[in-house]
């Protein structure tokens, strides 16, 4: 596996589908991630490491950091997503369950990286919180975010 290293001991990979879990006979890019597959900034420790992220796409994306939640995230969730029928409402009865809820009588839905407008400036949305995924169904929602390397703050707000 290719990877690279940034000046402060970040390593990405040199290409974003490497730095996933995705099926290999599922077509690439999913719609899902086309969002985030978008050029990112990126300083390497080396003008070898500048490049090296930049092989495939001539782009590094925030995708191929091996320190991305949203890699994180698509890689359960994305995965979930292309479960066949069956699997997939097992693997979501499992985790209603550990919520407490009821298993769901159908296939819930996924969104990832819904931006939201935050409480204390409700009319700035395109500045607000991202959910990292929401699962919802018809009568229950389920908003996840991801945590991978980086302390939950409770001062978390806009000041």
């Not at 690439?28 to 597959?37: Q, S």
């Not at 995230?73 to 292309?82: A, C, D, I, K, Q």
């Not at 018809?138 to 978390?156: H, M, P, T, Y």
């Amino acid at each position: 596996m290719c990877l690279a290293e940034s000046k402060s001991g970040v390593r990405a990979t040199c290409t974003p589908r490497v730095n996933l879990v995705y099926p290999a006979d599922a077509p690439w890019p999913p719609a899902e991630l086309g969002k985030k597959l978008c050029g990112s900034a990126w300083t390497g420790a080396t003008p070898d490491d500048d490049s090296a992220p930049r092989l495939t796409d001539g782009d590094y994306c925030a995708l191929q950091s091996l320190n991305s939640e949203d890699a994180v995230t698509y890689s359960v969730f994305g995965t979930l997503s292309r479960l066949p029928e069956r699997e997939a409402l097992e693997m979501y009865g499992r985790i209603f369950a550990e919520l407490g809820l009821e298993p769901p009588g159908e296939r819930p839905r996924l969104k990832f990286w819904t931006r939201v407008a935050h409480p204390d400036k409700p009319t700035a949305v395109a500045s607000g919180p991202e959910l990292d995924v929401s699962i919802y169904s018809n009568d229950v929602l389920v908003i996840g975010e991801a945590k991978w390397n980086s302390k939950i703050d409770r001062k978390q707000g806009t000041a």
